[in-house]
């Protein structure tokens, strides 16, 4: 059974910085694409990160571009999301997923975790 379990979310003040992890079960993740994605109140899911299991690259929505990192450990069938210079406005429940294909690019995602709350607030 495919599982994802997100974790290290938490209160941090602005210009704070996260690291989230995505643990994976259940399927081995090194041939997957691995996504983040977040939901603010009253507002749609959009797509934070993304990393390819081919060769590892990385893709970034413009918000987050040059703050956050999206690194994968396959030894451990985990993906990361480090945040850095957090501001208010990333203030969401932060959820992983996994990509149909290996590449981020065209692909579908599914078999979401739980999420984790990231609240940015002095």
């Known amino acids: 059974q495919v599982q994802l379990v997100e974790s290290g979310g938490g209160l941090v003040q602005p210009g704070g910085s996260l690291r989230l992890s995505c643990a994976a079960s259940g399927f081995t993740s090194r041939y997957h694409a691995i996504g983040w994605f977040r939901q603010a109140p009253g507002k749609e899911r959009e797509g934070v990160s993304c990393i390819s299991s081919i060769d590892g690259r990385t893709h970034y929505t413009d918000s987050v571009k040059g703050r956050f990192t999206i690194s994968r450990d396959n030894a451990k069938n985990t993906v990361y999301l480090q945040m850095n210079s957090l501001k208010p406005e990333d203030t969401a429940v932060y959820y992983c997923?996994?990509?149909?294909?290996?590449?981020?690019?065209?692909?579908?995602?599914?078999?979401w975790g739980q999420g984790t709350q990231v609240t940015v607030s002095s």
């Open positions: 997923a996994v990509a149909a294909s290996s590449s981020c690019a065209g692909t579908e995602f599914g078999s």
